[in-house]
């Protein structure tokens, strides 16, 4: 598959030979769904807890006698049935979220969401990307300049510079990753993804079927 590259200023300069089986595989919306979420499962941590009913700070006294109001009986007001009452179940901040996915599904829903990147339009090859000067003001032309104006933009490049972090970081909407940092639900979420022409071959080397 060819691919066109177009330089900083939005002008074609050449073309990019890019894998077929990477690039061009139909688009499995199950496969996509388990993995990101998988993704987005693995990345929680477990830092909430809550109370059992041992551990609420209530008396034990018996809140009314046992016979005669007319009400259901109860021991203490720490039972769960009551309000602010101790957790049946409750949550620990050892649980484990994390789900399995095997490299070859990983690899392969990579596949499938750039694939549909390439087919909506959506990825877009640069020669390279270098900031001479820490301004925003500089990044931001050199986006309006390969038409990226709106949306999530997410910019891959082999190797980020010093200079590169600091015009990028008070841009809204804006990531900037090396090719390895790239996730699935990262490009799936963004309306316009760019890549160097060194992190394309990057990637394609990382996620070889």
Do not use: C
């Amino acid at each position: 598959m060819d691919f066109k590259i177009i330089n900083t200023s939005g002008s074609e300069t050449g073309s990019l030979k890019l894998n077929e089986d990477l690039f061009g595989r139909e688009y499995n919306e199950a496969l996509v769904h388990q993995v990101v979420t998988a993704y987005l499962a693995n990345a929680r941590s477990g830092t909430r807890a809550q109370k059992t009913r041992s551990e609420v700070n209530h008396s034990t006294k018996k809140p009314f006698k046992q016979k005669g109001t007319g009400r259901a009986r109860a021991g203490m007001t720490s039972s769960p049935l009551w309000r602010g009452g101790g957790r049946i179940f409750p949550n620990r901040p050892e649980e484990n979220f994390t789900q399995k996915i095997n490299r070859k599904m990983y690899r392969l829903a990579m596949s499938s969401i750039i694939s549909q990147l390439v087919r909506s339009d959506r990825l877009i090859v640069a020669d390279n990307i270098v900031v001479d000067t820490p301004k925003t003001k500089n990044f931001v032309q050199l986006l309006k300049n390969m038409s990226l104006t709106s949306g999530r933009i997410l910019v891959v490049v082999d190797e980020i510079d010093y200079n590169l972090i600091l015009s990028s970081r008070n841009i809204p909407n804006l990531l900037v990753l090396e090719s390895y940092q790239v996730d699935p639900y990262t490009l799936l979420r963004s309306d316009k993804v760019v890549f160097t022409a060194k992190a394309i071959e990057q990637f394609q080397q990382g996620h070889t079927l």
